[in-house]
């Protein structure tokens, strides 16, 4: 009897501890098992961070390659869209970055994290993937936003192009000998010109001179070239028409010639010598010219009839029969 009561007292107490000992791995197992899912996210953090490590430095060679600007619209379009493609397909990653860096920050702040995994190892990596990723950002916005400015400023050159053209044409079909005639001619085309200047409203500013201005600012280097073209001919085309209005506006100041009537005088036939004079000869001058030449030829002829009665008195006469 005495034997079966030690027996059952034996039995209870390994019981117990049994119990105990059961416990006790429970406990021990709940901890071991947030310390090894700690791990587990420990080790994802970090296979996810050079995943993206690697995605974002191929990202930052293909926008550092991303140098090309074009030249047409047209051109400068297909590129926008593009980088605008590529800027999507870098979100992806960006956006699973933020979800690594949020574990990070997790394990980070988590009570009881084990000695593996301590903030100055997880803070870095977070820290570094931040900085990537605002990188990233701020230069494919960089790189959409020069091709909008120089897409824009290629619209305005071609439509400055244009405008030189008509310039151009314009100056072309006007005739200055009209206009010297007509003042209404060079007041019309005075008009013509100065509506033409007026159009730089196309390049939606007030003048050409403020569209050059806009043209210089937006110049980048791969445009330069094509840019200082456009802009020699702004000022030609320029140079020619205030020239034009210069001589436009002395034209229409300058008076009309007034046109003089002459009437023709009636035909005044010869007279006869000592008669009036021819009306070649209206001038008292010539008038008296012709009075001496009319005296001198009486004279001469006198003169002559003279010498002609001498020489008949002097000749000697034959004897009478």
Same mark, same amino acid.
Request: charged share 30%.
């Given at each position: 009897m005495h034997h079966h009561l030690d027996d059952s007292r034996d039995c209870h107490r390994l019981l117990v501890q049994l119990e105990e000992t059961e416990r006790h791995f =429970?406990?021990?197992?709940t901890v071991h098992l947030s310390r090894l899912k700690k791990c587990l996210e420990l080790r994802r953090f970090e296979q996810d961070f050079r995943e993206l490590q690697a995605n974002f430095d191929r990202h930052l060679k293909e926008v550092s390659d991303m140098t090309e600007i074009g030249e047409t619209v047209d051109r400068m379009d297909q590129l926008i869209k593009e980088t605008k493609d590529f800027q999507v397909s870098c979100t992806v990653d960006v956006e699973r970055a933020d979800q690594v860096i949020a574990t990070g920050q %997790?394990?980070?702040g988590t009570k009881g994290c084990i000695s593996s995994c301590p #903030? =100055?190892? +997880? !803070?870095?990596?977070?820290?570094?993937l931040s900085r990537v990723c605002e990188l990233i950002n701020e230069r494919i916005s960089k790189r959409i936003e020069t091709l909008i400015k120089a897409r824009e400023l290629m619209e305005r050159v071609e439509k400055a192009n244009k405008w030189c053209a008509r310039g151009i044409e314009l100056l072309a079909t006007q005739r200055i000998e009209?206009? *010297?005639? *007509?003042? =209404?001619i060079a007041e019309q085309s005075l008009q013509e010109i100065q509506e033409y200047l007026a159009t730089a409203a196309e390049f939606k500013l007030s003048s050409p001179k403020e569209f050059k201005n806009v043209i210089q600012e937006s110049t980048t280097l791969e445009t330069k070239a094509l840019v200082s073209q456009v802009l020699q001919r702004i000022d030609d085309v320029q140079l020619m028409c205030d020239k034009r209005v210069t001589v436009l506006k002395k034209?229409?100041?300058?008076p009309p010639r007034p046109v003089q009537t002459v009437t023709p =005088? $009636?035909? +005044? $036939?010869? !007279?006869?010598?000592g008669g009036a004079?021819?009306?070649i000869f209206r001038t008292r001058r010539s008038y008296n010219k012709v009075r001496v030449l009319q005296h001198t030829?009486?004279?001469? !002829? %006198? %003169? #002559?009839r003279l010498c002609n009665s001498l020489a008949g008195e002097c000749a000697p006469q034959s004897d009478e029969p």
């Open positions: =429970e406990d021990f197992w %997790r394990l980070i #903030r =100055e190892v +997880v !803070q870095p990596k977070c820290d570094e009209k206009c *010297s005639v *007509s003042a =209404e034209l229409t100041l300058k =005088e $009636p035909a +005044v $036939p010869l !007279q006869p010598p004079p021819h009306p030829t009486y004279l001469t !002829q %006198r %003169r #002559r």
